[in-house]
């Protein structure tokens, strides 16, 4: 029942129970909330490498702004559901990272959102695109697979 739709090859899983302040009034997950929790996935996968994101940017030094998101809501989330979400990396240039995103009901496997996001990488003082750290280019090349068996 958890048959991969977007994502493709390993993918780093991370659970959320969804709180009562994520959703609106009829107790469904608000569609902006599934964006936060991408975030929070992908900073947890810099963690389980033992690095967290924030000292691998160098503490201002390096941002890593969003430049582009699809997303198709399947179903709806409620509060207090767990939702697994699962990252897999799609591409990596020079410059950036596609993640490809599934969010799904931890109880039943039930697809919630599945979609696409990009990651650039830029210096924080110029505002302009710069490469990926090597650190993190490695991170993500050589040990991105076995962090995602860890998680599956």
Not at 11 to 22: A, G, I, K, L, Y
Not at 103 to 115: N, R, Y
């Amino acid at each position: 029942m958890r048959t991969a739709t977007t994502t493709r090859g390993p993918r780093f899983h991370w659970e959320v129970r969804v709180p009562f302040s994520d959703t609106d009034r009829a107790g469904i997950v608000w569609w902006g909330n599934f964006l936060k929790y991408l975030e929070l996935a992908e900073d947890e996968l810099y963690r389980s490498f033992g690095r967290p994101r924030s000292t691998l940017i160098g503490r201002g030094k390096i941002d890593l702004p969003r430049t582009s998101i699809t997303c198709t809501y399947r179903s709806p989330a409620w509060f207090d559901d767990v939702l697994d979400v699962a990252l897999g990396i799609e591409s990596m240039s020079d410059r950036r990272v596609q993640w490809a995103f599934e969010i799904s009901q931890k109880a039943d496997g039930k697809l919630v959102a599945e979609g696409v996001f990009e990651t650039a990488f830029m210096v924080s003082d110029t505002l302009k695109g710069c490469e990926m750290p090597a650190e993190i280019r490695q991170l993500l090349t050589d040990g991105f697979a076995a962090i995602a068996e860890r998680t599956a």
